[in-house]
């Protein structure tokens, strides 16, 4: 456990410069957010650094966790270059080895609130994006139809958000995201305000449509057992101030959440995750229990 808090904790050393060096995604390097200034200063995140490499094109998903307060949200929104998170106090972010200066094409955001606009359609809520970018009605609306199939919306097309249940609102939203091909995806809290059982069958359709897009993924969860299922990888931060101090490796969702949250294996993460995010320890160390293996 030791290393991984090293690997959390300190810039990994850049990749050799051979054609076989995985590229890289996105990059924190000592990256701190103060908000305010004098005695009402607060430290949102202190420090944080990590790398994220591309996998041979597969796309991770990093889940990140972490106690309330602790600054997963500014971490986010550091990444997505969205003011007032946006710039960092002091540090570097880097997306595809170039400086965020700002919201780009290259990052697409999902909130916990479904950000659609009230006074249009879910056809024309999804096809948003594309409409922005030029694309012709008739390109974007057949295009925004496949993806109203896949997220299971069919015959929807023309209601209204408020006609919808929170769970098919956020469909849509996570729909009009993804039309886009963000190659990073950056969803904060996205399920939760769903309900238990909404939130599993979500957590499978984005399985899906992760697969699908292979995009690199910051989800962003208070549940040990969403973070474990979805993450290649969950980030853990501690609070204050907002300090990014574990990594751990999670298998890929290859069955359903409500078979794998099953497995005693996943039971003992779970478990095991859950007790270091309670006790809150700075470190990747656990009072009482040795770290959960992570390889094999
Ligand atoms: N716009 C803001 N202005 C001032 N303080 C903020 C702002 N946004 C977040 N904070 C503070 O930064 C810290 C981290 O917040 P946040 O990133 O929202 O945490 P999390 O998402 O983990 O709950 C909190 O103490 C919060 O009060
Ligand atoms: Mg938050």
Redo the contacts with the bound molecule.
């Keep these: 456990m030791t290393d991984e808090v090293a690997d959390a904790a300190t810039p990994a050393p850049p990749p050799p410069s051979d054609d076989v060096a995985p590229a890289e995604i996105v990059r924190f390097h000592g990256v701190s957010k103060v ?2 200034t004098g005695p009402a200063a ?1 430290v ?1 995140v202190a420090d944080v650094s990590f790398v994220v490499h591309d996998l041979a094109g597969m796309g991770e998903l990093i889940a990140i966790v ?1 106690p ?7 971490l986010l929104r550091i990444l997505a270059g969205l003011p ?2 946006f710039p960092p106090t002091s540090g570097a972010v880097t997306v595809f080895g170039k400086p965020v200066t700002g919201p780009g094409a290259d990052r697409g955001v999902v909130d916990q609130k479904y950000s659609l606009l009230p006074h249009l359609t879910v056809l024309d809520n999804v096809s948003f994006g594309l409409m922005l970018r030029g694309v012709s009605k008739a390109d974007r609306h057949a295009q925004a139809k496949g993806w109203i199939q896949r997220i299971g919306l069919e015959g929807s097309e023309r209601k209204y958000p408020g006609e919808l249940s929170g769970g098919m609102q956020q469909r849509v939203a996570i729909a009009a995201t993804l039309i886009l091909c963000p190659r990073i995806i950056l969803m904060d809290e996205p399920f939760g305000a769903l309900d238990p059982k909404i939130r599993l069958h979500m957590q499978e359709l984005l399985v899906q449509l992760w697969r699908e897009q292979q995009a690199t993924v910051f989800f962003v969860t208070h549940s040990v057992e969403e973070a474990l299922y979805l993450g290649d990888r969950v980030y853990r931060m501690s609070a204050r101030p ?1 300090r990014l101090v574990e990594q751990v490796e999670a298998p890929r969702p290859d069955e359903p959440p409500e078979v794998m949250r099953k497995r005693p294996w996943f039971v003992e993460m779970t478990h095991d995750l859950l007790q270091r995010l309670e006790e809150d320890l700075p470190n990747g160390s656990s009072r009482d229990s040795p770290a959960p293996a992570l390889e094999g």
């Design positions: 908000f305010g607060k949102a972490g309330s307060g602790c600054g997963k949200s500014t007032p998170h907002g």
